[in-house]
């Protein structure tokens, strides 16, 4: 069994919808949480981390992190056309100096 | 947009050939990474760096090696290209939780 998992999709909702993406993990020790964004053909770009549990936002994105169950979620409001891209979960342990455990993705449509 | 940088973009290449993969940044980062990523599957580190004179090999396991000799700059070599090397590479810079990648490498061995 993974550490991390993530449906791949696709995941397909018409513009302005609320989008949920989520990721259970199986490593209590996991501390920081990251939300990554890959368009196609181009390399991960960093969206937000969280540090514990909480939540955090950033414009039309909110990470939320549920220790006591394990999951965290990126949540996009108003979705666009632009949104449309692979969302990428990634979590380490506070002693780690180098391991990110990643996600395989969850590939997102928005349709106009 | 972050300064990281990746030459080639893609790169098609005969088995046993030898090829350097490069990777600069401009952000002054000490630490710098290598993934490589297949299609629908989890980014794998193969490689990280701590600073000049840094290296050690990620879980992946793989034939490549890199060496850092200035800050930013970050190359991968491959000595003996097969087939099985065929895949995308990442490079990233910055601190574990808050990377920043380059555009990728994709390379065919054919």
């Known amino acids: 069994q993974k550490e991390v998992e993530q449906d791949p999709g696709p995941l397909s909702v018409p513009e302005g919808a609320i989008v949920s993406l989520n990721c259970t993990y199986s490593n209590s020790a996991f501390q920081y949480f990251m939300w990554y964004r890959q368009y196609s053909r181009k390399g991960p770009e960093l969206l937000m981390y969280?540090?514990s549990s909480g939540n955090k936002e950033d414009g039309r994105f909110t990470a939320q992190v549920d220790k006591s169950s394990k999951y965290i979620s990126l949540f996009i409001r108003d979705s666009q056309p632009s949104d449309s891209a692979t969302y990428l979960c990634?979590?380490?342990?506070?002693?780690?100096?180098?391991?990110?455990?990643w996600g395989a993705g969850t590939k997102l449509i928005i349709k106009p | 947009e972050a300064d990281i940088y990746q030459t080639p973009r893609y790169l098609v290449i005969g088995t046993g050939k030898k090829i350097t993969l490069e990777c600069s940044q401009t952000m002054g980062h000490d630490k710098m990474y290598w993934y490589q990523q297949d299609p629908g599957m989890e980014l794998h580190l193969i490689h990280y760096s701590y600073g000049v004179n840094s290296t050690e090999k990620g879980d992946l396991s793989s034939e490549s090696t890199v060496s850092r000799i200035r800050t930013e700059h970050f190359p991968l070599t491959l000595e003996s290209a097969r087939p099985s090397h065929t895949s995308q590479y990442l490079c990233a810079s910055g601190y574990l939780y808050e990377q920043y990648f380059g555009p990728g490498t994709r390379l065919t061995v054919t």
């Open positions: 990634a979590m380490t342990t506070l002693d780690s100096n180098y391991q990110l455990i």
């Open positions: 969280t540090y």
